[in-house]
């Protein structure tokens, strides 16, 4: 079994607090390119990576990430962001180790899809397709998970080919794993550190807002950021920067004040 991995930036920052970011159903961990360059200014940060032979259910990925973590955190307080599919992995990963969690972010976590059983019809389906057609199909896609005029076609690109590096049997897993994900209300309502929950309003794929409004309403210390014009992969945006969103609604870590970071006045969207 290969286990899900930590990728390092070029640029280390191991002084600074550690942002995990918990990637789409990619899994690549190379998504969050767009937004790295600002924020190792301030955070040493881990995108986490699972490989495509990893098809573990939500509690053993949530053990690798716990885990992961531990190995790298020491004494720095930490940041974790979750997309997609990542945000409902950092759900399951704050609620099961919330001393080690400092600020939680959801960007349209995809928590609501488990509540629309048209989608479910996708997963058996999905795992019948040849590898060759499931590929050259991929691109149908790509229009629902990004708002394609908002991303540069070099990210648009990366998007799609992290799209065509999963196998049929990969992606239908991580679907059965979300039409699967149930999380503890209550659990939720004990996680009281910072959230911040970002919602794309243009989203095609799921109601982000409508989601992000729900779970704000279960977390005690919740900021909703909806981004008007954004769709699903709001963060490969060029428009939109993760750094200047956390600045706005105050869920930087208490040691980095506002003369040690190198954030722009510039509104996040």
């Known amino acids: 079994m290969?286990?899900?991995?930590?990728?390092?930036?070029r640029k280390s920052n191991p002084n600074a607090p550690l942002f995990v970011y918990l990637p789409g159903m990619d899994s690549t961990g190379q998504l969050l390119h767009a937004q790295i360059g600002s924020l190792e200014s301030c955070f040493d940060v881990r995108c986490a990576a699972i490989p495509a032979e990893n098809l573990q259910d939500w509690d053993a990925l949530q053990r690798q990430v716990t885990n992961a973590i531990e190995a790298?955190?020491?004494?720095?307080?930490?940041?974790?962001?979750?997309?997609?599919?990542?945000?409902?992995?950092?759900?399951?990963?704050?609620i099961a180790q919330p001393e080690a969690i400092d600020t939680l972010i959801l960007s349209n976590p995809a928590s609501s899809f488990s509540r629309y059983p048209l989608y479910h019809w996708a997963i058996p389906l999905v795992e019948s397709f040849?590898?060759?057609?499931?590929?050259?199909?991929a691109g149908i896609l790509l229009p629902f998970l990004a708002e394609t005029r908002r991303v540069e076609p070099k990210n648009s690109s990366a998007l799609l080919a992290a799209m065509q590096s999963l196998p049929p049997k990969t992606v239908s897993w991580r679907l059965s794993l979300l039409r699967d994900f149930q999380i503890d209300r209550k659990q939720l309502q004990r996680f009281n550190k910072p959230v911040v929950l970002i919602a794309g309003a243009a989203d095609r794929l799921l109601p982000s807002v409508q989601e992000a409004k729900r779970l704000a309403g279960l977390f005690p210390d919740a900021r909703i950021c909806i981004l008007p014009d954004?769709?699903?992969?709001?963060?490969?945006?060029?428009?939109?920067?993760?750094?200047?969103?956390?600045?706005?609604?105050?869920?930087?870590?208490?040691?980095?004040?506002?003369?040690e970071s190198s954030f722009s006045s510039t509104p996040a969207a």
Do not use: W
């Open 130 to 137: 040849p590898e060759p057609l499931y590929r050259g199909t």
């Open 72 to 94: 790298e955190r020491g004494q720095r307080q930490v940041v974790l962001c979750g997309e997609s599919f990542g945000g409902c992995l950092a759900m399951k990963v704050a």
């Open 230 to 259: 954004s769709g699903h992969a709001c963060l490969l945006e060029k428009e939109i920067k993760l750094d200047r969103i956390l600045k706005r609604y105050g869920t930087l870590p208490q040691n980095l004040s506002s003369e």
């Open 2 to 9: 290969t286990y899900l991995s930590f990728l390092k930036p």
